[in-house]
T-cell receptor
Framework: GEDVEQSLFLSVREGDSSVINCTYT??????LYWYKQEPGAGLQLLTY?????DMKQDQRLTVLLNKKDKHLSLRIADTQTGDSAIYFC????????????FGTGTRLQVTL | GAVVSQHPSRVICKSGTSVKIECRSL??????MFWYRQFPKQSLMLMAT?????????EQGVEKDKFLINHASLTLSTLTVTSAHPEDSSFYIC????????????FGPGTRLTVT
């Protein structure tokens, strides 16, 4: 079956960079996503990457994909207190581009 | 970006009653909508996939007679929890796909259901 794993918790100081990691098992994953969830709210799509890409940068966010190791990371530069939230990675497959399998979620805590 | 709304945001109901949750895509037509369930401090669990004008496809282990899904138009899907019990208490989130791309999934703000 499909498995998407993340570490549960990350604490960083304001202004530092955060790196949230994700591993997945299904090599047929085509699209990989990062979502942000604030307490009591839905999910906000942050960014996504196609499996034929290695890196994508969007303002403070950098996504790195190592397809060989099935490893995805999200780097947040200059982390702010407003970045405190749960971050989910998710993957979808060729032919079912919209059905998502979510990771376990990483709680990011930003301290002053 | 695309906006998805859910109504109500919170609902408390008595055991044995039914509750309807609405999911709307506000500024695009959603060819497909998804319903997820999230337990506290856990990830999202896909319950069903809903395509406009056709029957929903339920994930394994999800009771289709208990969780009725209707996708009557390209902007509205509803989830009805029938004969609710306390174990149905959860955070229900919908998402919608459509608009300019089929690989970007936009989520609603969620509905907190508490069954007493």
């Amino acid at each position: 079956g499909e498995d998407v794993e993340q570490s549960l918790f990350l604490s960083v100081r304001e202004g530092d960079s955060s790196v949230i990691n994700c591993t997945y098992t299904d090599s047929s994953s085509t699209y990989l996503y990062w979502y942000k969830q604030e307490p009591g709210a839905g999910l906000q799509l942050l960014t996504y990457i196609f499996s034929n890409m290695d890196m994508k940068q969007d303002q403070r966010l950098t996504v790195l994909l190592n397809k060989k190791d099935k490893h995805l990371s999200l780097r947040i530069a200059d982390t702010q207190t407003g970045d405190s939230a749960i971050y989910f990675c998710a993957e979808s497959k060729t032919g079912t581009a919209s059905k998502l399998t979510f990771g376990t979620g990483t709680r990011l805590q930003v301290t002053l | 970006g695309a906006v998805v709304s859910q109504h109500p945001s919170r609902v408390i109901c008595k055991s044995g009653t039914s509750v309807k949750i609405e999911c709307r895509s506000l500024d695009f037509q959603a060819t497909t909508m998804f319903w997820y369930r999230q337990f506290p401090k856990q990830s999202l669990m896909l319950m069903a996939t809903s395509n406009e004008g056709s029957k929903a496809t339920y994930e394994q282990g999800v009771e289709k007679d208990k969780f009725l899904i209707n996708h009557a138009s390209l902007t509205l899907s509803t989830l009805t929890v029938t004969s609710a019990h306390p174990e149905d208490s959860s955070f229900y989130i919908c998402s919608a796909v459509g608009g300019l791309s089929s690989y970007e999934q936009y989520f609603g703000p969620g509905t907190r259901l508490t069954v007493t």
